[in-house]
């Protein structure tokens, strides 16, 4: 078998917080790669409510903590350090208390980068997941906090949380620069539409929220869903390909079980192999 299993192929993949790493896996197996800005994530424009929240929980109050992502716990991390160091120590406190609640495998490595580990891991990585593990526990009278993906409120979570007798409270740490690099976008789906890539990876659901906004805001909708049923389309796993085929997008593959970078680019060289010559 070649060292280089993908020889010749193009592959697109969006910015994230371990681009890098993914570039250079692709690379060694031989796939030129165009980056593309479809999302970026920044801190929360505004710490004081992120500061709040972090108030609340640093005094006891909170018995569940809902990670949804290793990003989140990273940006409440961040935020804390830049702007009130001296509640670092007491937050690690309490999170080695309360109860942890984790939807996949990033906020749980996010969890061991401190030492610490899920108290209870939804088996699959969705919120409909970690609303059927919480369906087994009593929730009346504790209070949850729930760190959310960007700014989405995640009704369907808060609400399940309050109709089975818990209080709420949720921190947004980061948002979805969704305004940047629209020119980049708009030139990748023309590249994709003229032929010039063999496939795309996503590994988030910001992403493909994106990539169809801007799409749809230059009318290219079509034409992009069209390109896209002719190349691979990967996704990282189960979160970003429910967000695929919800916009009617054929996923084509995505790792079995371990959700992360390595086995999606092992997926992508058994699937694709070198270009024709």
């Not at 640093?58 to 409440?76: H, K, P, Q, Y």
Request: aromatic share 4%; with cysteine.
């Amino acid at each position: 078998m070649t060292d280089q299993p993908l020889e010749g192929r193009t592959i697109a993949v969006a910015e994230s917080r371990e681009l890098d790493v993914f570039v250079a896996m692709l690379e060694r197996r031989g796939a030129r790669v165009l980056r593309c800005p479809l999302v970026g994530i920044l801190d929360a424009p505004e710490p004081a409510p992120v500061l709040q929240w972090v108030g609340w929980f640093n005094s006891g109050a909170c018995d569940d903590f809902i990670v949804l992502t290793g990003e989140g716990l990273r940006r409440l991390l961040s935020c804390i350090e830049r702007n009130a160091p001296a509640l670092r120590a007491d937050f690690l406190a309490q999170l080695a208390r309360v109860r942890k609640i984790t939807r996949g495998p990033k906020p749980a490595r996010a969890l061991r980068e401190l030492g610490l580990k899920p108290d209870i891991a939804a088996e699959e990585p969705t919120t409909a997941g970690i609303i059927k593990v919480l369906r087994a526990l009593d929730l009346h009278g504790r209070a949850a906090g729930v760190q959310l993906y960007g700014t989405e409120p995640n009704l369907l979570l808060t609400r399940f949380l309050e109709q089975a007798g818990a209080s709420v409270r949720t921190v947004a740490p980061y948002i979805y620069a969704d305004a940047t690099h629209d020119a980049e976008v708009i030139d990748l789906t023309v590249r994709l539409a003229a032929g010039e890539v063999d496939a795309i990876a996503f590994t988030s659901r910001g992403q493909v929220e994106r990539l169809l906004g801007v799409a749809e805001a230059a009318g290219q909708t079509d034409a992009l869903k069209a390109a896209l049923a002719r190349i691979c389309v990967a996704a990282v796993g189960p979160v970003v390909g429910e967000a695929l085929t919800a916009q009617g997008i054929r996923v084509d593959l995505m790792p079995l079980e371990s959700y992360f970078l390595k086995p999606l680019t092992s997926r992508l060289a058994e699937a694709l192999g070198p270009a024709p010559r």
